[in-house]
């Protein structure tokens, strides 16, 4: 397979972008109405489909890590300057780390309330009254790890399009698959 370069990212690493990506948003966007949810089918329904999402997160986001692991970060363009190459750095990290430690935490919740684990209808874990964790502390670092995750997506959003409509540096067209016309800026 090849890797990424300074001038052009490989095929692997825009497919786990931008599908992580959609997972990512789909995600909290489906778990963002859950709590104001009124007991019943419905918000069990939601809560399933949330976890669902969430097994298919963490299983991106694993794949995503050990690509990194094994090809590394893509290369910043030279003309970033040593405290944005430090935020994307952070950005980067954070994100990766909350792909897969969100879903853990959502996990270990959806068990510690006493529901099963299915993923879109296949059961995993089945549901158990078995206490082993505190609950307010993994929804707390849920609910935090949420917001986080939230906060590094608007920075990577917003650095992207300072990227592409102020500095029109090129990273952003590296994202879609676009190989960088000069790989000295």
């Known amino acids: 397979m090849p890797a990424d370069t300074r001038a052009r990212l490989s095929r692997v690493s825009i497919v786990l972008h931008w ?10 966007v ?26 298919t997160v963490l299983a991106w986001g694993l794949a995503r890590g050990l690509w990194r692991l094994s090809n590394g970060m893509p290369v910043p ?16 990290y954070g994100m990766l780390f909350l792909s ?6 959502g996990i270990l ?20 009254e078995d206490k082993l964790l505190n609950i307010t502390t993994l929804q707390t ?3 935090i790890g949420a917001w986080t995750m939230v906060v590094f997506i608007a920075i990577h959003v ?12 090129g990273s952003f067209p590296r ?6 016309r000069s790989t000295t800026e």
């Open 158 to 169: 917003a650095a992207s399009l300072k990227a592409l409509l102020v500095d029109r540096d």
């Open 30 to 55: 489906a778990g963002s109405p859950l709590d104001d949810m009124p007991d019943g089918a419905a918000r069990l329904d939601a809560i399933a489909f949330h976890i669902s999402l969430g097994l």
């Open 100 to 105: 897969v430690a969100l879903p853990i935490t």
């Open 141 to 143: 670092a849920h609910q």
């Open 19 to 28: 599908t992580t990506a959609v997972l990512v948003i789909a995600t909290v």
């Open 77 to 92: 363009l030279k003309s970033y300057n040593a405290a944005t190459r430090l935020i994307s750095k952070v950005v980067r």
């Open 175 to 180: 994202m879609l698959g676009a190989t960088l």
């Open 109 to 128: 919740m959806a068990t510690e309330k006493g529901y099963g684990i299915r993923f879109f209808g296949i059961e995993l874990i089945k549901a158990s």
